[in-house]
């Protein structure tokens, strides 16, 4: 089973940066596809970041490429989600999330099966 645990939310002004981490334990695969969502209030859950761990390819939304940055450490399990140049758009509460490889072809939620609890991230303006 699976669990995934995030870490290192909070609040910042824009302009600042926040690093999010995803603790995994409970896995044997070798190949992953982990990524980031994110859901504002009243807004669909949508992708922000995605790293297929067995060739380390990484994928943006448009809206965060050139700010956000996903890496791993495989050794500790752990993926991290840095974002720099925050916006208040930014806001909301941000899910690790876990699939099999192919996972990372279309990157929807419902191609997830494991869930982190989410970490909330505010931008203040």
């Known amino acids: 089973h699976v669990q995934l645990v995030e870490s290192g939310g909070g609040s910042v002004r824009a302009g600042g940066s926040l690093r999010l981490s995803c603790a995994a334990s409970?896995?044997?695969?070798?190949?992953?596809?982990m990524a980031w969502f994110r859901q504002a209030p009243g807004k669909e859950r949508e992708g922000v970041a995605a790293i297929y761990t067995g060739a380390g390819s990484t994928y943006y939304a448009d809206s965060v490429k050139g700010r956000f940055t996903m890496s791993q450490d495989f050794a500790k399990k752990t993926w991290y989600l840095q974002m720099n140049n925050l916006k208040p758009e930014d806001t909301a509460m941000y899910y690790c999330?876990?699939?099999?490889?192919?996972?990372?072809?279309?990157?929807?939620?419902?191609?997830?099966?494991?869930w982190g609890q989410g970490t909330q991230v505010t931008v203040s303006s």
């Open positions: 409970g896995y044997t695969y070798t190949s992953l596809c």
């Open positions: 999330a876990a699939g099999g490889m192919g996972s990372c072809l279309f990157r929807k939620p419902s191609d997830f099966t494991y």
